[in-house]
């Protein structure tokens, strides 16, 4: 980690626990912690190497049959299954899905 970084992320954590010990101006706090998370993000988002990603003439041909099936199924779970069950569901699934997403974000070591 360079030292510009470490110090945005003490600068983020301070923020953080600033207003527990002092009276912060809330706006100016959410101001300050919005720019620090951008300058981190962007500073972790810079690699020596960008990825190569390519996609196949097989994935492309395979793609609209694959998405046609998704929004069939999604039609036919709606009007058989109760539209709130239907939401439970997928409301369930994102959360479960945005859980194991974040925690594979926060164990990356960089």
Do not use: W
Not at 39 to 52: A, E, F, I, L, N
């Amino acid at each position: 980690m360079k030292n510009t970084e470490r110090l945005a992320n003490l600068a983020l954590a301070g923020l953080t626990l600033a207003p527990l010990v002092v009276k912060v101006d809330p706006n100016l706090n959410v101001i300050l912690t919005a720019c620090l998370a951008v300058y981190v993000g962007c500073y972790r988002s810079v690699k020596p190497t960008p990825p190569s990603e390519t996609m196949s003439k097989e994935h492309a041909m395979r793609f609209p049959f694959v998405g046609s099936a998704m929004l069939l199924s999604l039609f036919l779970l709606f009007k058989f299954l109760s539209k709130d069950l239907v939401n439970a569901v997928l409301t369930c699934y994102f959360f479960v899905l945005g859980i194991i997403a974040l925690s594979y974000v926060l164990s990356i070591q960089i």
